[in-house]
Structure formats: structure tokens, C-alpha cells
């Protein structure tokens, strides 16, 4: 009976183990191993296309996906879409953490808002993609930059790339946009020829053959000899005007002080912005091919007798960004384009067109104004800007009539039809695109040549004053007042060319410009 008693005293060998740490040990492996695996299997569950579609619902996206060379491509390889829109797997903390942020949002997209809602369009534009595709995930797969075949475009610049991609913070997707979803509106190379005029039935008997006379101070339509392109010019009266403002205004910067009165003489000025039309019509009889160099191309068009003016190069892609041309504004262009395009249209014309200067600019934008803007409002109204906006949506009711700015745009320029004109009857001087002015920019030029000022220019600095907004700009920034200036090395980052071309930017969209006349003085302009 003792015997028994002591057995039942001290646990058996199996009880030991089951109530013992490695039994504990075991089951704690057994589990973590099973999560790892549900974890894992859930995540190839969740990385597939067809996963991925289910939230993506919008149909064009798999569509130019299949008919991208991701996808539709002589080796027949397939890149799934985790394969560029995630950090690689290699970069394991990376690529996991990104897929929870985004799968979460996702849902929480598919869950409370309408997909019929989306600008898809928009969402497309290179400023939303670059932040969903990371360069190593391109590297990942893309390791040589110099692959058989490439051309010497492509080696100058992905040599570009190699030696500024951390320095410059260059994304292979700002040249390769096209590269994961097919788009027919976009080029990855240089230009050729002016886009849509190999199919455009060109009727020569509609060209001018005089550009229009003016003998009085009223609105007239320019023509352009040798093309079929006219375009209309408003007289703007001479005045006096407050230029700038207070910092009782909304969102007032400094360089906006201190106000001071401005006299103007009366000019002609665009009705809108420079169009493709009139852009293309320069483009195609000023064209070169680039071999020249630019300091050649400087003193032949600074020279006032030269009959033949060097015009811009072939640019890479299509300039206006697959939004269309024909009456939208042309856009991409350098001051220095700007400048040279006023030159040849002087020399079309017989008349003087050049930039206007900035207080020309705000003098025509104001249109006899005082406010912030040239129609009635109050632009914390209508500005994204400040906490309140986070649960209370900007009125759009006014402003939307007579703007082209980031809450209507939808992220492209806009026809000039699309909108109201100014109390001058000039169109878009706020907002479409920013505006090339003849000054150079100064933060203290109002402080500086007294309270009255008559025709001021500002003709030193390192950058050029653009005017306006566009089509980006939130309300607060497409104030009659609002200045702005020139990035010129800022926009050229991603060209790779060298030295780097004097009539295209290849990082800013939204710039253009339009023109003024100034009147001869025998019709008595006033």
C-alpha cells in the first residue's frame, strides 16, 4: 500500500511533460508557426491582381494595365501589381508595413465612399502616382540601367539618373509614367514633328496674309501671317491703381508690401493666355534641332536685324500632357520661349508684343478693383487652408465662375471658355496657369522707388515673377496680389540633358504666359 501511495504522491513521466516548459515551449511554436503561415498565406491571398481589384474597381486601370509593357510584352512576363506599387519584399519591414497602411486605407475607401465619385484622371497624374511607386521597387526589377538596345537618349539619361537619383531625389516614374498602365496621350522621347499635324487637313487658302492694322485705341483680333491663327487683344486703359497688399488682407505675404500707388500706361493685352495654336504656329517655323549651342542661339536672337529667329527644340514627350492643344494654354515652356515667341510675333505682326510687366500684370488682373479678388469674396472662404477646413468644406459657388484652381481643375488646365472674364474682359488671369511677367522677382521691389511709381521694372534678380496661380493653386494663392517667382534649377531636375535645354522645363506644368502690345503712339492711346 505504500508503494501505491508514493506513485500517486509524484506525477508520471507524461504528466511532467505535458505540465512541463517544453510542452509549453512546443504548443507556443506549434501556434506561432500557424500564424506565420495564416499570415503569410493571407498575404499572398492579398497581393494577388485579382485582390487588388477588388477595391481598385475602376475598370480603365486593369485595362491600360494589360495593355502596358508590363504586361503586354514580347517576353511574356507579367508584373503584378504589388511588384510596383509596394517596396520590394526584400525590404521586408518596408513592403509589409506599406501593404497594411494601404490595404487599410483601401478598405476603409471601398467601405465609406462612392468609386463613381473618383477622378480617376486625376488620380493618375504624375503628382498622385510618384507617391505610390517606389524607385526600388522599379530597381528591383529594372537592375540594368544599360540593357541591349537602349539608345544614346536613354544611356545619357540614365547616366543622369545614376550619378543624381539621392542628391536630386529623381523617381524613374517621372519618365516612365506610362510604363505600368498604357496611356496613347503620352510620349517617353523626344518629339517629332507638332502634335497632330501629320493627320490635320491644312487648307492654305484660310492663312493671313497681312496681320491686322490698328488705328485706334480698341480691341482688335491679331492675325498671324502665313497661318490661319488670330487671336483677340484688349485695350486697357492707362490709370492709377494700389499695388499689393495689407495685412489685413487673407493670407497677405510680405513681399505683397508695402501698398503703393501705381500709374500704367494704356497697352493692348491678351484676351487669354497664349494658346497651343499659337504656340505650335512659332514652334513651326522657329523649330531647331538642338545642335547648336545656346550661347550661339543667345546672340543671333538678341541681334535686332536677324532675319531668321532660332526657336525652340523638339521637347521630350508631349508638352501639353496629353490634356490636348488647340485653344487650352500652352504650357512647359521657359521664360527665355516666352520671350523669343513675343520676338518672331513682332516680326509676324509689325507691332511690339512682348511680357507684360507685373504691374502691368496686377493692373489688368484687378481690373479697377480693390479686393482680393476681382469678384466678390473672401478668401478664407474658398482656401483649403486652416484647421476648420479638416470638418467644413470651402465655397466653390463664386470663385469656380471666373477660376481654374485646384478645387475644379481636375488637375489639368482648362480651355479658356471655361470660365468668366474680368471686368477688363480678360480671361484666366487667375488661376489656369501661372504667368510670365518681364520683371525680375524682388521680395522688397514695392519698398523700393517711393509711395507713386509710374511703369516700374524690376530688372535685376536671379529669377523671373510669375503671376496668377493655376490650375494647382489653392484660393488663397490666386489673389489679384499673390506673387510668385521662377524655380529654373527646380524645374529642370529631371532633364538629362547637358547642357540643359533653354525652352522647355521638364518638372513644372502649370506655367504659360500671355502677351501684351504696346500702342503705337500715333493713334492717341489713353
Known sequence: MATNNNSNRYPSEKGRFFKGKTFILL????????????VY????????????????????????WKLSK???????VKTHCVACHL???SDTWNHYTAKAK????????????????????TKSELEHAVKYIPNESCKE?????????????????????DENEKKLDLQCISCHLDAGHYNPD??????????????????????FKTATPVTSFTDYTEQIPGTAVAFKMVAIPGGTFKMGSTDKEPFHKADEAPVRNVTISPFFMAEVEVTWDQYWAFYGQTMSEGRTPPETVYANNSNPDVDAISGPTPPFGFPDQGWGAGDRPAITMTHYAAETFCQWLSKQTGKKYRLPTEAEWEYAARGGTETPYFFTGNPKDFSDQGFWRKFFDAKTDSISSFVIYAKNSKNRTQEPGEVKANPFGLKNMLGNVMEYCADKYDPKAYSKGGDNVTNPLITEGEEWVVRGGNYTSDAADVRSAARDYTKHDAWLKTDPQQPKSIWWYSDIRGIGFRVVCEPDPAIGAK
Open 41 to 64: 498565406k493571407t498575404s499572398v491571398y492579398f497581393s494577388s491582381d485579382e485582390s487588388c481589384m477588388m477595391c481598385h474597381v475602376h475598370p480603365h486601370a486593369e485595362d491600360s
Open 27 to 38: 504548443v507556443g511554436l506549434l501556434l506561432g508557426a500557424g500564424i506565420m503561415v495564416a
Open 87 to 89: 517596396p520590394p519584399q
Open 102 to 121: 494601404l490595404g487599410l486605407k483601401d478598405v476603409w475607401s471601398f467601405m465609406t465612399k462612392d468609386s463613381a465619385d473618383f477622378d480617376w484622371n
Open 186 to 207: 503620352y510620349k517617353h522621347g523626344k518629339l517629332t514633328g507638332i502634335p497632330g499635324a501629320a493627320t490635320a487637313t491644312v487648307d492654305t487658302s484660310l492663312y
Open 70 to 76: 508590363h504586361v503586354n510584352n514580347g517576353s511574356g
Open 141 to 161: 526589377c529594372h537592375q540594368n540601367l544599360f540593357p541591349e538596345g537602349i539608345n544614346q537618349d536613354g544611356i545619357t539619361a540614365h547616366l543622369y539618373y
